[in-house]
Each structure stands twice: as structure tokens, then as C-alpha cells.
């Protein structure tokens, strides 16, 4: 499965911004897609995935309530709403995806087989 994230830019705080992750393949949906992110000088950082169905979803704590992740199975997209953006989110984004996570192990990025090639978020205050 290929991964194609988009969406990133500059912002202001305070500003929304959605990311779009296409994956390559129909049968996407039979895959936990997630986000994760990674700024400099930091370890990458789990931000929220969705079950197979879309009927779950987890977050980090630390955009709980701003960000809301979903899925359109027919367009193989997930895609990460960001609210209320904070200069703390800016990082590059990745979209990740997998077939085999239950889901205590959403958020351990090496639980993921297929990684998009991120995009950058920039917050400024």
C-alpha cells in the first residue's frame, strides 16, 4: 500500500487545517489508518487513527477535542481535521496504515508496515 499525504502548510494559531492521506490500494479499508507526527529534535508522536470501519477512533491526548480523524472507504482517504491549531502541532505529519492492529497498539509506531512520506504543518504564533 502506498500513501500519499497532502494538505500541510503554514498556518496561523488558532487556524484549521485538514490532511488528506490517499492510499494506493481499493482495499484500504481493510486497514487501521492512522497520523502520526514528528518535529525537530523530538521522537516521532502518535496523533490518532481509525478503525476499519470508521466506527472507532482514538487520539493523543494532546489534540483531543481539536483534532477529528475519518475515512471515505469509497475514495481511500482518511483525512485529519486540525482546529484550534497550536504552535506546539507544528511537525510533519505522516499517515500511516496497517492490517493486523488491535487496537491497544494504535498508537506504537512500529506497529505500522505502510508509512506515507509526511507532510509539514508550521504553526506560528
Known amino acids: 500500500v502506498q500513501l500519499q499525504a497532502s494538505g500541510g502548510g503554514p498556518v496561523q494559531a488558532g487556524d484549521s487545517l485538514t490532511l488528506s492521506c490517499a492510499a494506493s490500494e481499493r482495499t484500504s479499508w481493510r486497514f487501521v489508518m492512522g497520523w502520526f507526527r514528528q518535529a525537530p529534535g523530538k521522537e516521532r508522536e502518535f496523533v490518532a487513527a481509525i478503525s476499519l470501519s470508521g466506527g472507532t477512533t482514538d487520539y493523543a491526548d494532546s489534540v483531543k477535542g481539536r483534532f477529528i480523524i475519518s475515512r471515505d472507504t469509497a475514495k481511500n482517504t482518511v483525512y485529519l481535521q486540525m482546529n484550534s491549531l497550536k504552535p506546539e502541532d507544528t511537525a510533519v505529519y505522516y499517515c500511516?496504515?496497517?492490517?493486523?492492529?488491535?487496537?491497544?497498539?494504535?498508537?506504537?509506531?512500529?506497529?505500522?508496515?505502510?508509512w506515507g512520506q509526511g507532510t509539514q504543518v508550521t504553526v506560528s504564533s
Open positions: 500511516v496504515a496497517d492490517g493486523t492492529l488491535i487496537r491497544s497498539s494504535w498508537s506504537l509506531p512500529s506497529q505500522y508496515d505502510y
